[in-house]
């Protein structure tokens, strides 16, 4: 199974740990993996802005460097979604939906295609787990509080496999800690506020962990931790799969 | 009449292709194993009132007694007593000061408490309202599984007038507190003749 | 410069305590009506038949509003056309006038208060009296509503109280919400018996029968309606239904989305004007047709106006229904207002996370979160952000459209964060301003790929 990372920019730049467990997780998993080395950014950030026309140049160069893969996976529903959605070119079409339809987050990736039923891996902590709401409402990686259906986790199957975990549920289980791309900029006030009151309710959990399937959600929660000089550390889902402790 | 014109033919000329109507299948509605008991808890639920009678009699005594003790009361159906149609048209400023009224429901809602009253049972449109006091009479048989059957069963052409009513008259305007008594009845008591 | 959301919202924020309670108490309302449609195993298949009737409806809209028209005469009610607000306005105080209208009353009507009749009637020297307790709270304070479905919800108990005592003499510092109803019910009482004229809103018109139903929970409506001996009833062109068997479909799924509750009080079916009085309908346009014809746009037409997407949306709980400056707050708000008035609204699409919540509980199955996706292309296309964010973006688009330049800059900007991290961590970043910056690694993902490929 040839599977292409595909690593977000901000990952790559600011969280490479993230991108690095990733990996090894999927070449623990028997997968064969490459990291086309063009790649750059999926676009999402000025899609969400509302300059997704200048997201050509994106476009292009992703289709570029994933085309020749079975599968496409990232570590972050956001951009997944993305492209899942949006990814779009005029001159090759059938490239992009084939992309359309391979790429995965890491999460359903593991547990739809690889059908991952035990991972080789411990962590002795209480998390605190945060759904994004991409991946949640987007990519349907967990059921939703909104809607009437029978209630599932992907992300929580998986940590309920990771020896010595003890997972934690806020009460507001799925609610958007306001990172929202270019909105924790703009709305600067009301996003703090919201990741402050996510945060709250971990606090009440006592966690020792916030994780989530999303780099940009813990780059923002963990910025407000940092400012309060809170104790809680944030950590990607990727990187407890991945660890042996 | 320029307007009207105006607008349909803006409006034929942006709505969209033909989309087709869906195709209601009301074998996956929900089912209630005793609707009289469903009826009950869900009335209970909107803040009204329900006993179950076997005997009309129960409700005449009732209404005789109110009458006697010289209350300001409208009784509107006919198996209960006399009706005093003249009492029904007094002026808004009169039925201000009405305490109670019998109306008759047609059809009751399990799902939801929802009773059915159309303008030839409540005589004059105002009188569930304005008074202090609502009592539904609704029989037994009557009483339906969702809306939907209820809809199948009344047709809502043939009255100028009718209206669902579940419970008293609410509001949580004020902080979100529940208050019942905004505007119209303080109590809806409905009785269900078995 | 336009106050814009962002600004309000941190406004409101300033007051922690207010904030948090706001965000509780409509986060309640969001559990209730989780509560309420879990009690209903078919909940997922009656949003898809409400969403699939209105999308037949809007695709025969212009055939049904005829049908309804024609009905609807047939019945004795005087159907008028309004091509805008202003026209909508003209022909009530027609009405007013022709009568010699002293006394009026309104029930909950965000079409009014889109056309802002209240203002236009006052300046020519009509009173309405808004009977909604929410609404007669707020417009005794001369505020606009900032929810639709719960307009005073932005006040607490002692502010109703203080100006229930200015204004109708109730017991200073009784705030009792108890006590405060039932002031404002023997207040409105007196009103309600000395109208000439009940104004009203539309939940639903049937083609079919030519009559509309209004749904309430305190009973105004039907109180104004029935002792004013001219009721005029206002509804959108949206309002349609085509069969009284759809009612069913909607009245399932309109209270228990607004507040839990299975179905509101009152479900009032007006078919024929009452016993001597005179029944009008004002069909409004004012700007819906044209919104028929946005592609991307047009289902929001499909709205019932239950508000379920305010209540369940975090930027609404977290910063109040004012700081989307306008008529129809919350998502919906954004989604509709720049259809009418893109310059004034080009902030609102941006007032969110696009977290989804808001598409996801709508009982008709508006892609609110999508629309204001398309909205921010649409704005920017249209030229309506400024120069500083377009030149930015222009900037981040073209270093990260070019692998080798974004990985230059990328190398340069963590460099330039690790050795001068006091160049970024300044003011004029917002990230900073309550955020730490994420701490800069030695090396990318890239750089360790590159050393540790196998
Ligand atoms: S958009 Fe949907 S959820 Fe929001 S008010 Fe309208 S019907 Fe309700």
Request: positive net charge.
């Amino acid at each position: 199974m040839k599977v292409a990372l595909f690593i977000p920019c901000y990952i790559d730049q600011f969280y490479p740990q993230v991108g690095i467990a990733t990996l090894q997780l999927l070449k623990r998993l028997g997968c064969r993996v490459s990291f086309p080395l063009q790649q750059s950014c999926c676009g999402q950030p000025m899609a969400n802005s509302g300059f997704a026309t200048r997201s050509k140049g994106c476009d292009n160069n992703f289709i570029d460097n994933f085309k020749h893969f079975d599968y496409i996976v990232a570590p972050s529903g956001s951009c997944v979604l993305h492209i899942k959605e949006h990814l779009k070119s005029e001159t090759h079409p059938e490239e992009a939906a084939h992309i359309r339809g391979t790429i995965y987050e890491l999460c359903e990736f593991l547990t739809d295609i690889l059908q991952v039923e035990y991972i080789k891996a411990s962590f002795p902590y209480k998390v605190g787990w945060h759904n994004s709401c991409h991946g949640q409402r987007g990519l349907y990686l967990s059921s939703m509080s909104e809607t009437v259906s029978p209630e599932f986790s992907k992300p929580e199957r998986l940590l309920n496999m990771v020896r010595g975990l003890h997972l934690s549920i806020p009460r507001r289980k799925d609610e958007c800690c306001g990172f929202g791309g270019i909105f924790c900029i703009s709305e600067e006030a009301l996003s703090v506020k919201m990741g402050t009151d996510r945060i709250k309710e971990h606090e009440l959990n006592e966690v020792d962990y916030i994780s989530s399937a999303d780099v940009s959600c813990l780059m923002h929660i963990e910025g407000i931790l940092k400012r309060n000089k809170n104790n809680i550390k944030t950590i990607h889902i990727a990187e407890i799969l991945n660890s042996k402790l | 009449m320029l307007s009207k014109e105006k607008i349909l033919q803006v409006v034929a000329a942006n709505q969209p292709e033909f989309v087709p109507l869906p195709e209601m299948n009301h074998g996956c509605l929900i089912e209630y194993s005793d609707l009289c008991a469903q009826f009950k808890t869900a009335s209970e639920n909107v803040g009204a009132t329900v006993q179950r009678i076997n005997d009309i009699q129960v409700l005449k005594e009732e209404l005789k007694k109110e009458a006697e003790a010289g209350r300001f009361i409208i009784n509107t159906i006919a198996g209960l007593g006399t009706i005093n149609k003249q009492a029904t048209l007094l002026p808004a400023a009169r039925l201000n000061q009405l305490e109670k009224v019998y109306i008759k429901g047609t059809i009751g809602v399990a799902e939801n408490a929802a009773v059915w009253v159309p303008e030839s049972n409540m005589l004059n449109r105002l009188l569930p309202f304005i008074a202090e006091h609502l009592v539904l009479l609704l029989e037994k048989k009557n009483i339906v599984t969702t809306l939907h059957e209820a809809y199948q069963r009344i047709d809502i052409s043939t009255a100028g007038f009718g209206v669902f009513i579940a419970g008293p008259s609410k509001t949580a305007d004020i902080e979100q507190s529940l208050v019942t008594g905004a505007h119209g009845a303080r109590s809806t008591k409905v009785y269900i003749l078995e | 410069m336009k106050t814009t959301h962002a600004a309000l919202a941190e406004k409101f924020i300033a007051n922690t305590a207010q904030t948090d309670w706001h965000d509780r108490t409509l986060w309640l309302v969001r559990q209730k009506r989780d509560k309420a449609v879990h009690t209903l195993p078919e909940w997922e298949i009656l949003r898809e038949w409400a969403s699939q009737i209105k999308n037949h409806t809007l695709s025969q809209l212009s055939e049904y509003l005829s049908e309804f028209e024609q009905k609807a005469k047939a019945n004795g009610i005087v159907v008028h056309w309004a091509a805008d607000a202003e026209e909508h306005n003209r022909i009530i105080y027609k009405i007013i006038r022709k009568h010699n209208i002293q006394n009026i009353v309104k029930s909950k009507s965000m079409l009014t208060e889109e056309c802002q009749l209240n203002k236009y009637l006052e300046q020519k020297g009509i009173e309405v009296v808004d009977t909604d307790l929410g609404e007669r709270i707020v417009q005794l304070r001369k505020e606009p509503p900032s929810h639709i479905v719960l307009p005073a919800i932005h006040l607490k108990k002692q502010e109703v109280s203080e100006t229930f005592h200015r204004y109708l003499k109730t017991e200073k510092g009784n705030h009792d919400p108890q006590y405060l109803t039932e002031a404002a019910r023997q207040h409105l009482r007196t009103k309600f018996i000395e109208s000439q004229l009940a104004i009203t809103g539309v939940n639903f018109a049937v083609a079919e029968t030519g009559g509309f139903v209004i749904c309430t929970n305190e009973g105004n409506a039907d109180m104004g309606a029935h002792i004013a001996a001219v009721h005029i009833a206002c509804m959108g062109i949206e309002k349609i239904i085509p069969k009284a068997r759809h009612l069913a479909v909607f009245l399932r799924l309109l209270a228990r989305s607004a507040t839990g509750q299975p179905i509101t009080t009152y479900s009032s079916h007006f078919q024929q004007p009452g016993p001597g009085q005179e029944l009008h309908i004002v069909i409004v346009d004012n700007g819906r047709s044209k919104h028929l014809g946005r592609k991307d746009f047009r289902n929001s037409l499909k709205c019932i106006r239950c508000a379920a997407c305010f209540n369940t949306c975090p930027v609404y709980r977290k910063s109040g229904g004012y700081s989307y400056h306008s008529s129809i707050t919350g998502p919906l708000g954004a989604i509709l207002n720049p259809n009418t008035d893109m310059k004034a609204s080009a902030d609102l699409p941006f007032a969110s996370t696009l977290c989804g919540s808001c598409s996801h509980v709508c009982p008709v199955k508006i892609d609110i979160h999508e629309q204001l996706w398309k909205w921010r292309q649409v704005i920017v296309a249209e030229g309506y952000v400024s120069r500083k964010k377009k030149t930015g973006m222009k900037i981040i688009s073209f270093v990260l459209s070019r692998p080798s330049f974004y990985r230059f800059s990328g190398k340069a900007g963590r460099w330039i964060m690790r050795t001068f991290p006091f160049l970024l961590k300044n003011k004029l970043n917002p990230w900073f301003h309550s955020r730490e910056m994420p701490e800069a690694p030695k090396q990318s993902f890239r750089d360790w790929y590159l050393k540790h490929k196998p």
